[in-house]
Every structure is written in C-alpha cells, then in structure tokens.
Nanobody, 126 residues
C-alpha cells in the first residue's frame, strides 16, 4: 500500500521560503515510473499544479509561479521536497503531494493520480 505524507511548517512569514517534504512509503521514488508532484489549493479556489520530479530526476514546473519553485528528492530517505521562495499571503493554501504516471503531468485533476497525500495547511502571514 503506497502512502504519501506531507510535512512542514504550518506558518511562514512573507518573503521567506516555504519548504515542504513528502515522505513516500510502499513505493520507491527512484525506480517507480511516476511523476512525484506538488499541487495546492488556496482557500475558495481551484487546485493548482505546481511542479513534479520524475523518477529519473528530471523536474517540471508551472510557469505561473515565475521561477519560485524548486523540487528535489532524497532517494536515501524516499522523500521529495518542495521549496517555494518569496512567499506572499497569496501562497496560503493546502499543499498536497501526489504520484501519477505521465498522464498526470501538468494536470491537477485528482482522478489522474494513483497516489495522493492528505494535504497540509500552510499560512503565509506576518
């Protein structure tokens, strides 16, 4: 059974860098042919695809985030990490990690993903 668990601070100050980690169990991120993905949902808004890291190590990012996003992985810990720089209150959202095949790349439709974390609330406020 594959499980994804997000972890990180619930409160971040404006202009700081938000860092979240997704711990994967039941699958190996380096060998499973998946795109390990970050998606968020601001309050009252739709889901937003942020970026993904392929099992090969290649990364893909949403251009709408203007280069503020970085996704990396630690294969020894079987986890991948999101960093979002220069955060503003508009980055307040529930952040989800997910795993899907190529059909999920750049898509936020939950039905396209095989694995989906429970989500973690991040608030950007001073």
């Amino acid at each position: 059974q594959v499980q994804l668990q997000e972890s990180g601070p619930g409160l971040v100050k404006p202009s700081q860098t938000l860092s979240l980690t997704c711990i994967v169990s039941g699958a190996t991120i380096r060998t499973s042919a998946y795109y390990w993905t970050w998606i968020r949902q601001p309050p009252g808004k739709a889901l937003e695809w942020m970026g993904a890291i392929h099992y090969s190590g290649n990364t893909y990012y949403s251009p709408s985030l203007n280069g503020r996003t970085s996704i990396s992985r630690d294969t020894s810990k079987n986890q991948f990490t999101l960093q979002l720089s220069s955060v503003t209150p508009e980055d307040t959202a529930v952040y989800y990690c997910a795993g899907g095949t190529s059909r999920s790349l750049y898509k936020f439709d939950r039905n396209l993903y095989d694995y989906w974390g429970q989500g973690t609330q991040v608030t950007v406020s001073s």
